[in-house]
């Protein structure tokens, strides 16, 4: 068998996921997603969008600078300023900064969105790409709705980018169009046509819209990309991008029809899922491949029967090659710190002492009123009391009294912005009641779009995890909140988005792509 050629992993879950509704980090969240990206040593690692706030310039400049494994990239559009804006956030990364520059190249986009003519689009990446490489050799170009672009004029595109000095040749199919057949053709075509196609790596870019992104990707490799662009769980914009642990696994699993190799340490992945779920608060759906509840939960009869006489019958991967421990050590009251940090480190929670301390504390109070800890009960600590954002207004007591002869009331004391602040409000029942309290101290009026409250593991004694969608005039923000008495999780939640909307709020002044 010939040697496996190497397929570099593009993730940009920091820039592309980002986009997902709801989704959006801080900056201190990136980094610790980028921290873990780089323990799963992904080649590249896209941090935002510069240009596009001062929120994201600050965190591509921060990725670039503490990051020292992958290379950087940063997002901007085919334009001088947008460039230049990327390369003071990204020259921190020094060697290993990417300048990732785009403009569309189909026929709808180019006639209704940028109204250019395709010679003068051409004319403006070539300008683009030629700026960029006066600042560094490390240019990706993305012809953006490539999959919907005239195949000539798409080719005509790559030539005079690579000839104007990119090395990176990014294919977006950024309305998730594609089949794989027809993914497969495109490259084929640009490596039979594009004279100078080998001065650069092909990159695919496959959104999810019809559930293909991951199967296009691979048909891309197969006809010759090197470079997947992907996201953690899949998140992105509209269906989200194709997933990051399925493409990679499939890869893995596949080695005998498809002879490529990536240099990911796949046994982060499981970690890497979990901590952006806890970050962003998208739920990982339970039927998700690869790191879903149930991707390797066997229930019918006849399949626990056979894993049991051999894992191989039902299993195509091992649960420990994406870092899932299925001897999980159920955590309890006599656990001590040792084993306590183990699982966090096993889950892919790196903390500083203090952290661990902080979570402790709060582990040994669950562990007072809850048997066994799970590892969902670990992540909501971790979440409630690590992972939270600069916290200008935190819950500090509160008290709620409803049932069927009374109007429901919550007394809630707040501190906003340093000061304390107490406030009782009767509602329609206790939750809302505690929201409306809420609202009346902090002075915040965003609307509720969802709200949802489940439990974290089984038992009557399991914590209540909850979870609220508000919208602050039209950006949307997610906020969690767990404790083993609801109201409280729900006040929680409110709070963490309400915060949330504030710090969004700071970056207000986004450039729309
Ligand atoms: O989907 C897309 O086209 C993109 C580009 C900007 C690369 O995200
Ligand atoms: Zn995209």
Not at 28 to 52: C, H, T, W, Y
Request: net charge negative; hydrophobic share 40%; glycine share 8%.
């Amino acid at each position: 068998m010939s040697k496996s050629k190497t397929i570099r992993i593009f993730d940009t879950t920091l820039r592309d996921g980002e986009q997902s509704p709801g989704a959006s980090m801080n900056i201190e969240e990136k980094l610790r997603i980028a921290s873990q990206l780089e323990k799963l040593n992904v080649d590249v690692i896209e941090a935002g969008f510069p240009i596009a706030s001062e929120g994201d310039f600050e965190a591509v400049r921060k990725v670039a600078q503490t990051i020292k494994g992958p290379q950087i990239a940063g997002l901007c559009r085919a334009s001088v300023m947008d460039i230049d804006r990327a390369w003071d956030a990204l020259k921190f990364a020094g060697e290993r900064a990417r300048i990732h520059t785009f403009i569309a190249t189909s026929d709808i986009h180019m006639e209704r969105k940028l109204k250019m003519a395709p010679e003068k689009v051409k004319e403006t990446a070539v300008k683009a790409v030629k700026h960029a490489a006066a600042y560094t050799s490390n240019v990706e170009f993305s012809c953006e709705d490539a999959v919907r672009t005239r195949l000539d004029f798409l080719a005509e595109m790559v030539e005079a980018v690579i000839e104007a000095g990119a090395t990176t040749i990014n294919i977006p199919d950024t309305v998730g169009y594609a089949i794989p057949f027809e993914f497969y053709n495109i490259i084929k075509y640009l490596k039979d046509n594009v004279k100078n196609i080998d001065k650069a790596v092909l990159s695919v870019h496959c959104h999810n819209d019809l559930g293909l992104a991951v199967a296009n990707s691979l048909a891309a490799i197969q006809a010759g990309a090197g470079q997947v662009e992907c996201t953690i769980n899949g998140i992105g914009e509209r269906a989200g991008n194709c997933s990051l642990e399925e493409v990679v696994m499939a890869l893995r699993t596949r080695q005998d029809i498809m002879p490529y190799t990536t240099g990911l340490n796949t046994e982060f992945i499981y970690g890497t899922s979990r901590l952006l779920s806890t970050i962003t608060g998208i739920v990982v759906q339970p039927n998700k491949a690869v790191v879903g509840a149930n991707a390797f939960a066997h229930e019918a009869g006849i399949h626990q029967h056979g894993v049991l006489m051999d894992k191989e019958t039902y299993e195509i991967m091992t649960p420990e090659s994406i870092g899932l421990n299925t001897n999980k050590l159920v955590l309890g009251k006599h656990s001590g710190r040792h084993a306590f940090v183990a699982r966090l480190k096993e889950l892919g929670y790196d903390l500083s002492k203090d952290d661990i301390e902080k979570a402790f504390v709060r582990f040994k109070a669950l562990a007072d009123k809850k048997k066994e800890i799970f590892d969902e009960d670990l992540d909501a600590i971790v979440a409630d009391e690590i992972i939270r954002i600069p916290e200008a207004v935190k819950l500090l007591q509160m008290n709620v009294s409803s049932g069927s002869f009374a109007a429901p009331t919550a007394t809630v004391e707040l501190e906003v912005h340093g000061k304390r602040k107490k406030a009782a409000m009767m509602g329609d029942g206790p939750v809302d009641a505690t929201f409306k309290a809420i609202k009346k101290l902090t002075r915040m009026q965003p609307r509720l779009i969802n709200f949802s409250v489940g439990s974290i593991t089984g038992g009557t004694d399991a914590q209540g995890e909850c979870t609220v969608r508000l919208d602050f005039d039209g950006h949307e923000v997610l906020g969690q909140g767990a404790h083993s008495d609801i109201i409280v999780a729900s006040a929680k939640a409110f709070i963490n988005a309400l915060n949330k909307g504030l710090s969004a709020a700071e970056r207000s002044s986004r450039v729309e792509i």
